[in-house]
């Protein structure tokens, strides 16, 4: 088993396949959407951690192809070097998914990688270079 963290673009006539019903049905897989960005006769984008067997995955990128729908998986991930953060909670304002939250009971950051799309809003935002891209 394992997990990939992928973004499908869906053209704007191709907005309304049911994918992620038929990935979990068809292929056995576990499906988080992490971000969606999806309205009709508009190109769409949808961010997915897809977790299950490695030939079912494989199956379920093909089938993706298939239906017209164009994807990209994520190979990067955020490092968060925390020893060096002053919890001043910068990057939490451009986070858009919630990955970083400022901890309301001591005000210190905290990082939910499982949530974070790889957007690298906080890299830029990070004042002090904390936040890195690894591949
Ligand atoms: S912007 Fe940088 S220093 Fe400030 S809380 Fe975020 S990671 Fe820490
Ligand atoms: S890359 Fe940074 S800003 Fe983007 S989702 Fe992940 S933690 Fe949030």
């Known amino acids: 088993m ?5 973004l499908l673009y869906y053209p704007a006539n191709e907005i309304a396949k049911p994918i ?12 988080n959407i992490l971000h969606a960005d999806i309205s009709l006769n508009k190109v769409g984008k949808l ?19 298939s239906e017209g729908v164009q ?7 955020i490092i968060w070097q925390e020893d060096n953060c002053v919890h001043c909670g910068a990057c939490t304002a451009v986070c858009p998914s ?5 901890n309301r009971e001591d005000w210190s950051l905290t ?3 499982e ?21």
Do not use: Q, W
């Open 2 to 6: 394992k997990t990939i963290k992928i």
């Open 98 to 102: 919630g990955a970083l939250e400022m």
């Open 20 to 31: 992620t019903y038929h990935l979990i049905k068809d292929y056995d897989l576990e499906v």
């Open 115 to 135: 949530k974070c799309l790889v957007c690298e809003l906080c890299v830029k935002a990070c004042p002090l270079n904390v936040m890195n891209v690894s591949v």
């Open 71 to 77: 994807y990209k998986l994520f190979n990067r991930t």
């Open 111 to 113: 990082f939910d990688k």
């Open 47 to 65: 961010i997915l951690d897809i977790r299950g067997e490695d030939d079912k995955l494989e199956e379920a990128l093909n089938y993706i192809e």
